[in-house]
């Protein structure tokens, strides 16, 4: 069946160094690929997404890439700060059914 | 703009007993609805789906059930607790089935 791969399951960073999460998806048609973030006992909320017509998208720190050809797109935050601490979840759309989400990250921003 | 509520916030529930939880949205007709459940410190599971009043698509196999009586109301139920069913449970909407989520506060049971 559909599968989203999440690598690494756990990360640590030096405040101010960058991170760099990974999902690969299974089904060449998929075409929508979401990033949510969730703190501690809150809602995972969505902070950027992008379609399969466009290979990267930026806002402000954070940036998604797309490479379709290999099936796989990655989450890059620069500049880390103690408040991106989280999970990170990426996930995929295959077909007419929900989203398939990964396995989550673990982001620690250490001070 | 929309919103999706959720209730109970937190509940405490021996095993054996019945359960209820609640998640409506306001703002928009005909959400597809979803209830997730995320054991701690793990991923998002989803339970059951829904694309219209009546209609419940299952996803695992559980003593859990959903119903969807309203358009904007999606219930999740069960008639006896098991400890393994301690979880955050989260509602989440869409517009379209294939789009993006928009999850609730979500409900921490904890079965004793």
């Known amino acids: 069946g559909e599968n989203v791969e999440q690598h690494p399951s756990t990360l640590s960073v030096q405040e101010g160094d960058s991170a760099v999460i990974k999902c690969t998806y299974s089904d060449s048609a998929s075409n929508y690929f979401p990033w949510y973030k969730q703190e501690l006992g809150k809602r995972p909320q969505l902070i950027i997404d992008?379609?399969?017509?466009?290979g990267e998208k930026k806002d402000q720190r954070i940036a998604v890439t797309l490479n379709k050809t290999a099936k796989h797109f990655s989450l890059h935050i620069t500049e880390t700060q103690p408040e991106d601490s989280a999970v990170y979840f990426c996930?995929?759309?295959?077909?007419?059914?929900?989203?398939?989400f990964g396995k989550g990250t673990r982001l620690s921003v250490i001070a | 703009s929309q919103t999706i509520h959720q209730w109970p916030a937190t509940l405490v529930q021996p095993v054996g007993s019945p359960l209820s939880l609640e998640c409506t949205v306001e703002g928009t007709s005909n959400p597809n609805l979803y209830w997730y459940r995320q054991a701690a410190g793990r991923g998002l599971q989803l339970l059951f789906y829904?694309?219209?009043?009546?209609?419940i698509s299952s996803e695992v196999p559980q003593n859990l059930s959903a119903s969807r009586p309203q358009d904007r109301q999606f219930i999740l139920s069960s008639k006896k607790l098991l400890l393994s069913d301690s979880g955050f449970y989260l509602c989440?909407?869409?517009?379209?089935?294939?789009?993006?989520?928009?999850f609730g506060p979500g409900t921490r049971l904890l079965v004793l």
């Open positions: 992008i379609r399969s017509n466009v």
């Open positions: 996930a995929a759309k295959f077909g007419n059914t929900p989203l398939v």
């Open positions: 829904s694309v219209g009043i009546g209609q």
């Open positions: 989440a909407w869409s517009r379209d089935i294939r789009e993006t989520q928009y």
